[in-house]
C-alpha cells in the first residue's frame, strides 16, 4: 500500500514523462496491429484506419492510464491551485489586496510569536534549566510593601523588588535542604578596569564558587572560580564574557593568566566564558570571586545583600521544594531572632527572567491575534465579493457536470494560495519588525541578545497561513455549496448579491474587533502619557546627569570627600551651569539602600529584626536645592556640616508620618545600621517626598545621609543647566582635570534616563497603538468595500429612485445611516468585549482603570469619523447615478 503511493506520488511530477511514455506506447501498438493489416494485403491508408479502430480511443486509453496511476485528490489539488493561480493573474489588483492585508496580520502574528517563542517556549540557555529556581526571603517588610502597592490609587503599580538573602540563611539553606542539589550565591557589582588604553567601568557580577558548575556551563577558555578562589583574602580573579575578551583584549588567547587591575586590586583572568552565556543581564562583562567570609555571623551584622540561585535535584517539583524551604525556615525563625516573621519565595528563574514581559508578550500576543481576526475578516468579505462576481462563471460549471464539492475544493485552494502569499510577505514583514524592535527595545528589557526568525518560526507562518487560507476561504465556498443550481441560473443576469447579511456580519466583527484594539491601545498610550507627566517629587528638566567612579584603593573616605568639593567648585565655574550634585543613584528609578534598620533616640531598643526600616540614600550638599526637592522643615545639608560619625541626617515627608507623628521631627536623633559605629544622630531637615523603586512606586520612609559621612567612590553626578546636551564634554573634561584616572559613563539627561525606564510601556504602546491602527485602516476598508458594493448592485434601484424625483441628499443619508448602523452594532459589541478583557490589562497600567471612560470615548469618537468618511464616498457615488445609464445596464 505504502509503495503504491509513493509510485503514483512520484507520477505527480513526472505528468509530461508519463504522457510521453503513454504516446510511445499506444503508437507502438497501433502500428504493430497496422503491420499486421498491410501483410495480409490491406493499403497502407486503410490498414492505419483499421488498426486505430481496433485500438480504440488513444485519449480515453491515457485519462484510464492516468486514473489508475495517479495520487487521488493530489492531481486535482495541484489542478485547482494552477487555476488559481491562473484567476490571480487576471485579477492583479485584488490578488493584491488579499496579500497584503493577510501579510499585515500573519507578519504581525509571526514576529511577536519569535518574541514568545524565544523568551517563553524554549528551553534556558542552561542543561536541564527548567531546574534553576532563584530564592528570596520573604520579610515582614516586603509583605507590606507588597500590601500597600496592592492598595495604590495611582493604577496598578508593580510589585516592590523581592529582598535578596542573608548570606547565614543561605549557607543554612544549603546545609539543611534536601529538594535542591546545591545553592550559589552573587550579587551585582561595578568595577574599574585599568591596565588598557583607558579606565573602563565594566559590569560584574560576584558570585560564589558553586556558580558555573551550578549553571552548569563550561568555559570557552581557562577556567572558572573555584572554592580556593573564594576564600576570603585569596588571589584575585576573574572570568570575563566573549565580548569583553574580543573588544578589549582583541581575542587573544594569550589573555588567560594576564594581570589587570580592577578597583585599584591586581586581578588574574582566568577564564572566557562562551558568547552564548548569560546570567540574569545580557551586558555583563565578567565575573569575580565573591570571598564572602562564611564563618562570620552574619545575622548579628544584619544584612540580606546575596542573591541565591538553586538547582533542584531531579524529579523534584517546584511544590516540594517550597513546602520544604518554607519549613526550613520556619525552623529559622523559631531559632534566630533575625529570622523572625521570615519565609522563603521561590521563582522559577524562566520567570525571573521573563518577569517584566512576560504580561505584556501575551497581552501582545492576544493583539496580534485580534489583528489577524480582522485581516480575515476583510479578506473573507474580499473573498465573498469575489465570489459573487463569478456567479455566471460558477454556474456555468456547475451546468456542465462540476460538483459542489469540487467548485468549494477550488475556492479554498485560491484562499489557501493567496494566504500562502501572504504568509511569505508576511515573514518579510516579521523580520524588519524584529530589527525595529531589537533596536527599540533596550537589552535588559527582552533579555535576548537578539531576535531573529528561524525554522520553527518559518514553520509556524506556513501553518498559520494555511490555517488562515482555510478559515477565509470557508466562508464563500459555503455560500457558494449552499446555492442550487438552478438558483444560479436564475441569479445569473441578476447583480443582486445573495450573502449581503454574511457580509455585513463580517464588517460588524471587524468593527468590533478594532474596538478592542484601540480600547487597548488606548489606555497603554494614557499609561505612558501619565508615567511621562506625572510628579515624582522633583524637577527633571535641563538636568545632565552622569555616573562618576574612582579607584576606591586610592581614594580614603577624606580624599573622597575632597574631590566632590572640589568637582562642585570646578563645575559651577563652567559657563552655564546652574548647580551641581551628587548622590549614590538616581531619584526613583536608581538603587538605593531599602530595609536599612534604625532606632529612634529615647525609644526601646527593639531586636535587629522587629526593627523599623528605611531607605538610605548619600547624597552631597546642594543636592534638594540642585534637583528642585522642596525643604519642609529645617535645612539641608551644607559644605560647612562635620564630616565623619559626628554628622547630621535629613529626612521626607514619608518618614515623618510613618514613624514621627506627633512629634517635632528636628527634635529627633536616630541611629541607622549603616556602618561599623551607629550614633544617634541629630535629624536637621524634612523634605518632600520622592517616589522610590520606580516611577509606579509610591514615596517610601527616607533617611538621607551626607556624603560626608558616609563618602562613596562610585556616584551619581548631577548638573543643572540650561543645555545639558552640548555641556557633556565640559563636565568630562572638568573631572578628568582633577583625577585623570577618574571613569565618567553614562552620560544623559535625566529626562532620557526616564524614559529608559518606562521603556515597557513605550514599546507596549508603539506596538498595540501601531496594530490598532492597522487594524482600524482595515476595518475602514472593509466598511468601504462593502458599502460600495452595495450601491454598485442598487445601480438600477438608485437610478430609478433618482428618475422618479428622489432626493439625492436622501440617498446619500440612507448609504451613510446604513454604514452608521453597522458601526454603532460593532463598537457596541466592541465595547463590550473590551471591558470584559480589560482586566488583563491591569498590571500594564498606571494612573488610568481597565475602565476609563475618557479612553472609551475617544475611541468612539475616533471610530465615528472614519466610519462616516468610508461611508460618505461610496453615498456620493450613489448620488451621481446617471439614471439611464444605469437603466441601459439591464
Known amino acids: 500500500m505504502t509503495s503504491r503511493f509513493v509510485r503514483r506520488l512520484k507520477a505527480l511530477f513526472s505528468w509530461s514523462s508519463r504522457d510521453r511514455d503513454m504516446d510511445r506506447e499506444m503508437t507502438f501498438h497501433v502500428e504493430s496491429l497496422a503491420r499486421e493489416y498491410i501483410q495480409s494485403g490491406m493499403s497502407v491508408e486503410d490498414a492505419g484506419r483499421a488498426a486505430r479502430q481496433r485500438f480504440g480511443s488513444i485519449l480515453h486509453m491515457k485519462e484510464r492510464g492516468h486514473d489508475i496511476r495517479r495520487a487521488p485528490g493530489i492531481e486535482d489539488l495541484v489542478r485547482d491551485f494552477r487555476y488559481a493561480l491562473r484567476g490571480l493573474r487576471r485579477a492583479p489588483g485584488f490578488a493584491a489586496a488579499v496579500v497584503l492585508t493577510l501579510a499585515l496580520g500573519i507578519g504581525g502574528n509571526t514576529a511577536i510569536f519569535s518574541v514568545v517563542d524565544q523568551l517563553l517556549l524554549r528551553p534556558l540557555p542552561y542543561p536541564d534549566g527548567e531546574q534553576l529556581v532563584m530564592v528570596y526571603e520573604s520579610t515582614p517588610q516586603y509583605r507590606a510593601r507588597v500590601a500597600a502597592s496592592l492598595g495604590s490609587d495611582m493604577g496598578s503599580a508593580t510589585s516592590p523588588r523581592r529582598p535578596d538573602a542573608s548570606p547565614a540563611n543561605w549557607l543554612d539553606w544549603q546545609r539543611e535542604s534536601r529538594t535542591f542539589r546545591s545553592f550559589a550565591a552573587w550579587i551585582p557589582a561595578f568595577v574599574i578596569l585599568r591596565g588598557l588604553d583607558e579606565p573602563l567601568r565594566l559590569k560584574a557580577q560576584l558570585v560564589s564558587s558553586e556558580f558555573f558548575s551550578l549553571l552548569g556551563v563550561r568555559p570557552l577558555l581557562g577556567r572558572t572560580i573555584s572554592a580556593d578562589d573564594d576564600r576570603p583574602k585569596a588571589p584575585r580573579v576573574a572570568v570575563i564574557s566573549h565580548a569583553l575578551w574580543q573588544s578589549r583584549f582583541g581575542g587573544e588567547h594569550s589573555v588567560i593568566g594576564r594581570v589587570v587591575q580592577l578597583n585599584g586590586q591586581p586581578t ?17 562583562d565578567l565575573w569575580g570571586a565573591f570571598q564572602l567570609d562564611r564563618d562570620y555571623a552574619w545575622r548579628e551584622r544584619e544584612g540580606r545583600f546575596v542573591n541565591v540561585v538553586g538547582r533542584l535535584r531531579p524529579g ?3 511544590a516540594a521544594a517550597d513546602a520544604e524551604m518554607r519549613a526550613i525556615a520556619r525552623r529559622l525563625a523559631d531559632t534566630h531572632a533575625f529570622n523572625k516573621d521570615t519565609s522563603v519565595d521561590l521563582v522559577p528563574l524562566r520567570e525571573e527572567l521573563t518577569g517584566q514581559v512576560h504580561t505584556s508578550l501575551l497581552v501582545l500576543y492576544g493583539v496580534v491575534g485580534v489583528l489577524l481576526s480582522i485581516a480575515c475578516f476583510n479578506v473573507a468579505n474580499l473573498l465573498l465579493a469575489r465570489a459573487a462576481a463569478r456567479r455566471r462563471e460558477i454556474a456555468i460549471r456547475i451546468s456542465l457536470g462540476a460538483g459542489g464539492l469540487a467548485i468549494v475544493r477550488q475556492l479554498v485552494v485560491e484562499s489557501v494560495a493567496l494566504a500562502v502569499l501572504g504568509g511569505a510577505l508576511g515573514v518579510g514583514l516579521a523580520h524588519w519588525s524584529l530589527d525595529a524592535l531589537v533596536a527599540f527595545a533596550p537589552a535588559d528589557l527582552l533579555r535576548v541578545p537578539d531576535l531573529y526568525v ?15 487560507g482555510l478559515v477565509v476561504g470557508l466562508v464563500p465556498a459555503v455560500s457558494v455549496a449552499r446555492r442550487s443550481l438552478a438558483g444560479r441560473m436564475r441569479d445569473s443576469g441578476s447583480n443582486v448579491t445573495q450573502s449581503p447579511r454574511v457580509r455585513q456580519a463580517l464588517v460588524v466583527c471587524q468593527v468590533a474587533m478594532t474596538v478592542i484594539l484601540l480600547c487597548t491601545a488606548g489606555l497603554m498610550i494614557r499609561t505612558v502619557l501619565t508615567l511621562d507627566s506625572s510628579n515624582n517629587g522633583f524637577d527633571k528638566r535641563n538636568m545632565l546627569t552622569m555616573e562618576v567612579a574612582l579607584p576606591p584603593a586610592r581614594y580614603t573616605p577624606e580624599r573622597l570627600s575632597d574631590f566632590f568639593r572640589l568637582a562642585d567648585e570646578a563645575l559651577k565655574a563652567l559657563p552655564g551651569v546652574e548647580a551641581v550634585a551628587a548622590a549614590n543613584s538616581l531619584p526613583v528609578i536608581g538603587t538605593p539602600w531599602g530595609g536599612t534598620s534604625f532606632n529612634r533616640l529615647g ?5 535587629r529584626n522587629e526593627r523599623p526600616s528605611t531607605v538610605v540614600r548619600v547624597v552631597t550638599p546642594g543636592y534638594f536645592r540642585t534637583l528642585g526637592i522642596p525643604i519642609r522643615r529645617g535645612r539641608e545639608f551644607t559644605v560647612g556640616d562635620r564630616s565623619g560619625p559626628a554628622g547630621s541626617f535629613v529626612v521626607n515627608e514619608a518618614f515623618v508620618k510613618a514613624y514621627l507623628e506627633g512629634i517635632d521631627p528636628l527634635t529627633a536623633s536616630l541611629s541607622v545600621n549603616m556602618q561599623d559605629e551607629n550614633p544617634h544622630l541629630p535629624v536637621i531637615g524634612v523634605v518632600g517626598d520622592v517616589s522610590e523603586g520606580s516611577i509606579r512606586d509610591r514615596p517610601r520612609p527616607t533617611v538621607y545621609y551626607n556624603h560626608r559621612q558616609m563618602p562613596w567612590a562610585a556616584t551619581t553626578l548631577f548638573v543643572r543647566t ?3 546636551e552640548p555641556l557633556g564634554q565640559r563636565v568630562a573634561d572638568a573631572l578628568r582635570a582633577l583625577e585623570p584616572t577618574v571613569v565618567v559613563t553614562r552620560m544623559r539627561t535625566l529626562e532620557s534616563a526616564f524614559g529608559e525606564s518606562v521603556a ?3 514599546l507596549n504602546a508603539l506596538v498595540s497603538g501601531a496594530f490598532a491602527l492597522s487594524g482600524l485602516l482595515l476595518a475602514s476598508l472593509g466598511l468601504y468595500g462593502l458599502l460600495a458594493f452595495l450601491v454598485t448592485e442598487r445601480t438600477k434601484e438608485i437610478g430609478i ?3 422618479l424625483g428622489a432626493e439625492l441628499g436622501s440617498l446619500m443619508r440612507s448609504v451613510i445611516g446604513g454604514g452608521i448602523r453597522l458601526v454603532a452594532l460593532g463598537a457596541t459589541i466592541g465595547i463590550g468585549g473590551s471591558l470584559l478583557l480589560s482586566q488583563w490589562l491591569a498590571p500594564l497600567l498606571f494612573g488610568v482603570t481597565p475602565y476609563d471612560p475618557a479612553t472609551y470615548a475617544t475611541v468612539v469618537a ?5 466610519a462616516v468618511w468610508a461611508s460618505y464616498l461610496p453615498a456620493r457615488r450613489a448620488t451621481r447615478v446617471e439614471p439611464l445609464v444605469a437603466l441601459r445596464q439591464e
Request: charged residues 20%.
Open 722 to 724: 540650561r543645555t545639558p
Open 760 to 762: 515597557r510601556e513605550r
Open 862 to 866: 475616533l471610530l465615528g469619523i472614519v
Open 316 to 318: 523534584v517539583t517546584m
Open 801 to 803: 429612485r433618482i428618475a
Open 454 to 468: 528561524d525554522r520553527r518560526v518559518m514553520l509556524y507562518a506556513l501553518g498559520l497561513s494555511v490555517l488562515t
Open 603 to 607: 525609644t526601646p531598643v527593639l531586636p
Open 268 to 284: 588574574a583572568i582566568v577564564g572566557v566564558m562562551p558568547d552564548s552565556f548569560r546570567f540574569v543581564y545580557q551586558d555583563n
